[in-house]
């Protein structure tokens, strides 16, 4: 009896987690070792000959990588649960099949975002930033006034898995009023959390807070731009957890700069990494984190489970764990 085929693997950064030793059981596997993520050129170099991909958020696949690859690829698997540097209808085209890593870095990601919420309203990278640098003088009264969010109205753009998950956490933590957009009305968000559909100027105008947690398309980029930001309150908080490229970062600079807006926490940015010479570095009730939303050993080692699956099955020509629509 002869033994299964090898099929040729290219994982573009080593992940956390064993799963790639399952990966390296069955296939033959060639792992970027640097830590920063191989060029274009040497993407296209590393990719060609693979029968499947392993990619990371910062590798824009495009026709041009897939046609790099050769005939023979039949997967990418994105370790992400997003895939918006991934162009579907190359892809689809090509008869290659993608997948992500939704699910298991809801909560981390939740949670990072009530994070950067209370650390922004509290203004804690300010704080911290006196005691670094030899100014914690004495007690102020009305030193680094910040905003509560108990019983406040809170935003949510998007009501995906995460955006819920959220939701959840500020409603039933801090008992806040919960508006929220989405495509369609949400009838368990309705009931259990108290929520309230509405469209997006509506939730700027009224929010307290507003956390950001929609796909980034056509649609969505620069959806938070000048326009967006004038309508919101000026003592409002904007967070970010979902795509940089939905927030208009020089709107964002000058609503902060103006006092239109009261503070912002973001863990995603355009360009990232952001330069350090960049406005909103530094820029006062500004707290921005290197994107790492799902940053816990449980929700990394869990997408690279999936990452695996998807890779294994796709070579095999099974239908992927979590696999992505091509349309």
Same mark, same amino acid.
């Given at each position: 009896?002869?033994?299964?085929?090898?099929?040729?693997?290219?994982?573009?950064?080593?992940?956390?987690?064993?799963?790639?030793?399952? +990966?390296?059981?069955?296939?033959?596997?060639?792992? $970027?070792?640097?830590?920063?993520?191989?060029?274009?050129?040497?993407?296209?170099?590393?990719?060609?000959?693979?029968?499947?991909?392993?990619?990371?958020?910062?590798?824009? #696949?495009?026709? @041009?990588?897939?046609?790099?690859?050769?005939?023979?690829?039949?997967?990418?698997?994105?370790?992400?649960?997003?895939?918006?540097?991934?162009?579907?209808?190359?892809?689809?085209?090509?008869? %290659?099949?993608?997948?992500?890593?939704? *699910?298991? !870095?809801?909560?981390?990601?939740?949670?990072?975002?009530?994070?950067?919420?209370?650390?922004?309203?509290?203004?804690?990278?300010?704080?911290?930033?006196?005691?670094?640098?030899?100014?914690?003088?004495?007690?102020?009264?009305?030193?680094? /006034?910040?905003?509560?969010?108990?019983?406040?109205?809170?935003?949510? %753009?998007?009501?995906?898995?995460?955006?819920?998950?959220?939701?959840?956490?500020?409603?039933?933590? $801090?008992?806040?009023?919960?508006?929220? @957009?989405?495509?369609?009305?949400?009838?368990?968000?309705?009931?259990?959390?108290?929520?309230?559909?509405?469209? !997006?100027?509506?939730?700027?105008?009224?929010?307290?807070? %507003?956390?950001?947690?929609?796909?980034?398309? *056509?649609?969505?980029?620069? /959806? #938070?731009?000048?326009?967006? +930001?004038?309508?919101?309150?000026?003592?409002?908080?904007?967070?970010?957890?979902?795509?940089?490229?939905? #927030?208009?970062? *020089?709107? !964002?600079?000058?609503? #902060?700069?103006?006092?239109?807006?009261?503070?912002?926490? !973001?863990?995603?940015?355009?360009?990232?990494?952001?330069?350090?010479?960049?406005?909103?570095?530094?820029?006062?009730?500004?707290?921005?984190?290197?994107?790492?939303?799902?940053?816990?050993? @449980?929700?990394?080692?869990?997408?690279?489970?999936?990452?695996?699956?998807?890779? /294994?099955?796709?070579?095999?020509?099974?239908?992927?764990?979590?696999? %992505?629509?091509?349309?």
């Amino acid at each position: 009896m002869s033994e299964p085929t090898r099929s040729r693997i290219f994982v573009t950064r080593k992940i956390p987690g064993a799963a790639l030793d399952r +990966l390296r059981e069955a296939h033959d596997v060639s792992i $970027w070792p640097d830590e920063l993520p191989p060029t274009p050129e040497q993407l296209l170099e590393n990719v060609a000959g693979c029968d499947g991909l392993l990619t990371m958020l910062s590798d824009r #696949i495009d026709e @041009t990588v897939i046609k790099a690859a050769g005939p023979q690829l039949k997967v990418v698997s994105n370790y992400a649960v997003g895939f918006n540097n991934i162009d579907l209808k190359a892809a689809r085209e090509h008869g %290659v099949c993608v997948g992500n890593t939704p *699910d298991v !870095l809801t909560g981390a990601t939740a949670d990072l975002a009530v994070t950067l919420l209370l650390a922004a309203a509290r203004r804690v990278e300010e704080g911290a930033a006196e005691v670094r640098e030899g100014r914690w003088g004495a007690w102020k009264p009305s030193a680094l /006034l910040g905003v509560e969010p108990e019983g406040k109205t809170v935003g949510v %753009v998007g009501m995906g898995r995460i955006g819920k998950a959220f939701a959840e956490r500020m409603v039933r933590g $801090w008992n806040m009023k919960l508006l929220y @957009t989405s495509r369609s009305d949400q009838a368990d968000v309705d009931e259990s959390l108290r929520g309230r559909r509405v469209d !997006l100027d509506e939730l700027l105008a009224e929010s307290d807070f %507003v956390s950001i947690h929609v796909a980034l398309t *056509d649609d969505t980029r620069n /959806l #938070i731009d000048a326009a967006a +930001l004038s309508k919101m309150k000026s003592t409002a908080v904007l967070v970010n957890t979902a795509r940089g490229e939905i #927030i208009d970062q *020089d709107a !964002l600079v000058d609503a #902060i700069k103006g006092g239109r807006i009261f503070a912002a926490g !973001l863990d995603v940015t355009t360009p990232e990494p952001l330069p350090p010479s960049h406005p909103l570095v530094g820029l006062p009730r500004v707290i921005i984190l290197p994107h790492i939303g799902s940053a816990t050993d @449980t929700s990394r080692c869990g997408m690279a489970e999936i990452a695996v699956d998807n890779v /294994l099955a796709g070579v095999a020509g099974r239908p992927l764990r979590c696999e %992505v629509p091509l349309g």
